[in-house]
């Protein structure tokens, strides 16, 4: 008996418990699917994939619609009143930007649904007709959203294009889709005229600043160019009937900022979009009217164009503002005046990790700026939390962690607006370090999503109460998530102790393929025989046995060197990154070694300080990063971040290039999501790293 009660109960008792337990909560279940064979999960709410989460509603332009409708007099739209443009010169002589700006300024539901009709309208008046593309190319802001929504109504098939991609990708882009108008800001329209020479499709162009600059008048390039005002008033004053699109209409073409060569166009249909808004509908608790969403990343990310056509559809509202101005000390925020998020105060706002990896960076300098005691406060609540949160969110609430709001967290969720409950993460995986991080300075859950502009963001998302690092969650209720062997690489889905292998992505979700590229869509792209449409990620993962995802690799960045080790680039990157000495870093495998090599963009603060400390003196930054010390330096600190993360000898950069100048999206060596292009790095460095190679 006693026996018994042992070998049965006990197990029995300690399942029921485990099962009841937060961390065990399960999260995804296997699916049955067709296709090729694989591990496949599904989330453990939907049984079949979710299309639409509104009743009736099959496209974006219903969707947008009912709302309107619904919402009438609510706040929607809010753009800050320009109120003062200073430029500041700095003792070196270089000028920056500075901007005052005022309040939100809101446009309602319907004002908006008013201006979106109009400017439908107004793209007929001016001749646009509607088997034609236009494209919106131009910084996120509200004209933006109505454009979209204009062209929707028009059964207008929209063409993205993000606001820093190369003159090279731009035209080819307009070109490739036939653009006949492009929707752009001041900026934007003289990047356009520079290229005009190369378009051969453009006839108008739709300027959203007022002040069109006089050194784009059409002489060279024939173009008519009005202004977002007018084409809104002679859509208002001849209006057209709405043109509506069906659920297998093509709403977006977007261009991705790819890694490789030319970008390609993601054709998605307003069923796609809709799959992916509906999804996370249903992930973010609570969602409603008294949301407020900040506006800021680049629409031209399917995560912002997602999380904004959502919130318009729920009833929140949406305030726009910029990276460069989004708290009080953004740099182009003139000193004093208020940034964005101090001014809206938003509930919720969608972000990438690098922006989440500033903001803590950011809180951390200030903190050990400030040293003493409060530095040493903020230290103890900081570990007291994370001892608190590491388990559950249960230890997460009650009376000590009311006091330390008070006492140290609340200046740092004041720095965005002090009301954040949820935060969207998306682009690239997010570091444990900074996910906990934000968790316990802002008291706010991330959402981490893992989803590729090729599923229309659908993938995985993690949960409300889930309070693990460094996994994705398990799959939205749009998509199913399935894991495929890779033996070359050596990842197998009956893998101990948890399957692993290449991520492919099945559902409503799954985009139609790439515009004019049937072969580039055949080769990531396949319909099963039960007619699911599957996307081949190239990305690698594990499932959890809760059902969440983590993604460990990426096949395109592993490379098999002389002898035979696999090296996954990522990997090694992420590990040495953690290096203060660091501020980006490529690493480069060439397969006729033996060993990797590193190009590292030095931290211009951590570099100099280091400097400083040992007195070496130098003229430039440029020239301290030459020196063969500093060079070692880095080095030996790289060494020691790859022994803690136990990289293996090949996998430990044998020499390293020490680079001063930061690398940035406008110089096409990072994504506008701040991710490496290697192509694009390898081509520009190319001769630095042959010579690591050979010296
Ligand atoms: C919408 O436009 C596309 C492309 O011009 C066309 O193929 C489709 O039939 C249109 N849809 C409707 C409902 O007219
Ligand atoms: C634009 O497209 C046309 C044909 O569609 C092609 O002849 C031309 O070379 C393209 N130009 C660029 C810059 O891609
Ligand atoms: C802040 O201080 C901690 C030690 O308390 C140190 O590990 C960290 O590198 C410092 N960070 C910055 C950005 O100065
Ligand atoms: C958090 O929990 C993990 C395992 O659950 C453990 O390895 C880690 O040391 C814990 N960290 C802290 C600060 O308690
Ligand atoms: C637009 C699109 O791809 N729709 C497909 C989504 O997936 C379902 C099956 O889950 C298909 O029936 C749709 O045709």
Redo the contacts with the bound molecule.
Sequence with gaps: MSAYIVGVLVPLLVTILLRNSKNRKIRGVPADVGGEPGFAIRNHRFSSPLSTAWEGVTTLVELFEQACERHRDRFLLGTRKLIARDVEVTEDGRSFEKLSLGDYEWLTYWKTFEAVCNFASGLANIGHVREERAAIFADTREEWFIALQGCFRRNITVVTIYASLGDEALCHSLNETEVTTVICGQKELRKLVHVSGQLNTVKRVICIDDNIPSDSLPDEHGWTITSFANVERRGRENPVDADLPLPADVAVIMYTSGSTGLPKGVMMTHGNVLATVSAVMTIVPNLGKKDIYLAYLPMAHILELAAENLMAAVGSAIGYGSPLTLTDTSSKIKRGTKGDATVLMPTLMASVPAILDRVR?GV??K???TGGLS?NLF?LAYSRRLHAINGSWLGAWGLEKALWDALVFKKVRAILGGRIRFILSGGAPLSGDTQRFINICLGAPIGQGYGLTETCAGGTFSDFDDTSVGRVGPPLPCSFIKLINWPEGGYLTNDLPMPRGEIVIGGPNVTLGYFKNEEKTRESYKVDERGMRWFYTGDIGRFHPDGCLEIIDRKKDIVKLQHGEYVSLGKVEAALSVS?YVDNIMVYADPFHGYCVALVVASQ??VEEWASRQGIAYSDFSELCRKEETVQEVQASLVKEAKKARLEKFETPGKIKLLSDPWTPESGLVTAALKIKREAIRKVFADELNKLYSS
């Design positions: 960076d951390v300098k903190v050990n700026a530095k230290d203060p603060s951590a």
